[in-house]
């Protein structure tokens, strides 16, 4: 029986080629390195695990007697298991800031995240209340964020406590926070204490840490209502996801690559020539 011998067609040879070649000039997807993403959860089991309570949007001189200040770690009221940390003030100022405030680090430095936050909230405040200056609900605005710098009180020329960082004011937010919603339960109904859970899913927020891989993280509640809230944070999630920049200019192979590629093609052309030689010996 006679064995035909064909000459393998050029084309057929190139296609292992090109498939290398394309492989080797698409764009690296936008997937998370190792330590891209940091992810940060408190449920105040034990203690406050570093959080920190401030006060701000009142007078210096302000009389802690009628402002009622006060926090605490603590256990959760009756009907609720747990712990967390008790906040409580009275807005005589019109415009009450009550935050929590912790620095996470080993974050990648000087890089931009996407930050989503989740909180649990204890209240005992019901829907659709009235009150003076607003509801002592929906006019009590909670507020998530993050921040370079560390948030801090400071005194303004009209000798009242702001923040060093924008926040927004009451139902606005800021560059630095967002409204995650307000601390009235739709199912309270005899001041029982309920846990309500906020998100920003729909608000979406972007920090960039430091140059050694640190953020400052901030929750509060930034009040219109002038009267007294008292409220527990239960729980706080924080997950942050770092942020591709934008390519400039289209993308550009890696140096390797081409010379990966000059050597395929030399390659090619060597063996276009063998073949051709062959072709004619024959």
Avoid at 18 to 38: C, R
Avoid at 53 to 82: K, M, T
Avoid at 83 to 103: A, T
Avoid at 252 to 270: R, V
Wanted: charged letters at 20%; glycine letters at 12%.
């Amino acid at each position: 029986m006679g064995i035909s011998l064909r000459r393998p067609r050029r084309d057929l040879l190139l296609i292992p080629v090109f498939v290398v070649m394309a492989t080797l000039l698409s764009p690296p997807t936008a997937l998370a390195q190792e330590g891209g993403e940091g992810e940060f959860g408190f449920d105040f089991m034990s203690d406050a695990e570093g959080w920190m309570v401030g006060f701000a949007d009142l007078p210096v001189d302000y009389n802690q007697s009628i402002y009622e200040l006060h926090h605490e770690h603590r256990q959760l009221p009756d009907g609720l298991a747990g712990s967390g940390i008790f906040v409580q003030g009275h807005n005589r100022s019109d415009d009450l800031f009550m935050f929590l405030k912790r620095r996470s680090d080993g974050l990648r430095p000087n890089t931009t995240y996407a930050v989503s936050v989740s909180i649990d909230l204890a209240t005992n405040v019901q829907a659709g209340l009235f009150g003076i200056g607003g509801s002592p609900g929906e006019s009590v605005f909670v507020k998530a964020g993050a921040s370079t710098i560390e948030p801090l009180v400071e005194e303004d020329s009209n000798r009242h406590l702001r923040m060093n960082i924008d926040k927004g004011n009451q139902s606005r937010g800021g560059e630095s926070m967002v409204v995650l919603g307000n601390v009235a339960h739709p199912e309270v109904a005899n001041r029982e204490y309920r846990i309500k859970t906020l998100d920003n899913t729909d608000l979406p927020l972007s920090v960039t840490t430091d140059s050694e891989g640190r953020v400052w993280l901030i929750v509060g509640t930034d009040s219109g209502f002038e009267g007294l809230s008292q409220l527990y944070y239960a729980r706080i999630s924080y997950t942050l996801s770092s942020v591709e920049p934008p390519r400039t200019g289209g993308y550009a192979p890696p140096t390797w690559a081409l010379a990966l590629m000059m050597g395929i093609g030399a390659a090619l052309a060597g063996l276009g020539l063998v073949m051709l030689r062959l072709r004619h010996q024959r």
